[in-house]
T-cell receptor
Framework: GENVEQHPSTLSVQEGDSAVIKCTYS??????FPWYKQELGKRPQLIID?????GEKKDQRIAVTLNKTAKHFSLHITETQPEDSAVYFC????????????FGGGTRLMVKP | EAQVTQNPRYLITVTGKKLTVTCSQN?????MSWYRQDPGLGLRQIYY???????DKGDVPEGYKVSRKEKRNFPLILESPSPNQTSLYFC??????????????FGPGTRLTVT
């Protein structure tokens, strides 16, 4: 089955700096890669996703890049703000795999004011 | 309001006492899943269902059962809970769109402690 590894497990940045979280996956058939944000005590929520026919996708201060050859994808957050502090999860799935999402272990991002 | 609900939100029980965590969604989603969240391990899928009467094992199904008799409900059953099932549980639902993606809508979570 799919295996997703996520690094780093914790990341501390100064407000205004950029943050990058990286994930690798093992199944070359995976073609859907979402990112979820989980604030303390709350449920995970989708913040951005990318499909394998696209190399990069951007939504305001967040962007995701995908390298299918190397089987890794990354989340980039620019101009970080204290409200970006949360745990971020990457995940991978085949679009034909129905509801089978495999998540990474999570990254705790702390943005210091 | 579109939502996924879970009950109970908190539960402390003893080893071997059967329990059920309910999950319900009002978005008419075909797909539903159960995850457990443990520190450092992220979210691991327990079971998922692609439609009524269709369920499949996820990555960590041992010790759990599910049923999908109605589209809106997907209960998680622990027939004989053990301490290693102490965890935070999330139910999620989604709907396939042409060409994807399948955004997962998560419930508020159920914190289960088995002593």
């Amino acid at each position: 089955g799919e295996n997703v590894e996520q690094h780093p497990s914790t990341l501390s940045v100064q407000e205004g700096d950029s943050a990058v979280i990286k994930c690798t996956y093992s199944d070359s058939a995976s073609n859907y890669f979402p990112w979820y944000k989980q604030e303390l005590g709350k449920r995970p929520q989708l913040i951005i996703d990318i499909r394998s026919n696209v190399g990069e996708k951007k939504d305001q201060r967040i962007a995701v890049t995908l390298n299918k050859t190397a089987k890794h994808f990354s989340l980039h957050i620019t101009e970080t703000q204290p409200e970006d502090s949360a745990v971020y999860f990457c995940a991978a799935s085949g679009l034909d795999a129905g509801n089978m999402l495999t998540f990474g272990g999570g990254t705790r991002l702390m943005v210091k004011p | 309001e579109a939502q996924v609900t879970q009950n109970p939100r908190y539960l402390i029980t003893v080893t071997g006492k059967k329990l059920t965590v309910t999950c319900s969604q009002n978005m008419n989603h075909e797909y539903m899943s159960w995850y457990r969240q443990d520190p450092g391990l992220g979210l691991r899928q327990i079971y998922y269902s692609m439609n009524v009467e269709v369920t499949d094992k996820g990555d960590v199904p041992e010790g759990y059962k599910v049923s999908r008799k109605e589209k809106r409900n997907f209960p998680l059953i622990l027939e004989s809970p053990s301490p290693n099932q102490t965890s935070l549980y999330f139910c999620a639902s989604s709907s396939p769109e042409a060409g994807g993606p399948y955004e997962q809508y998560f419930g508020p979570g159920t914190r289960l402690t088995v002593t």
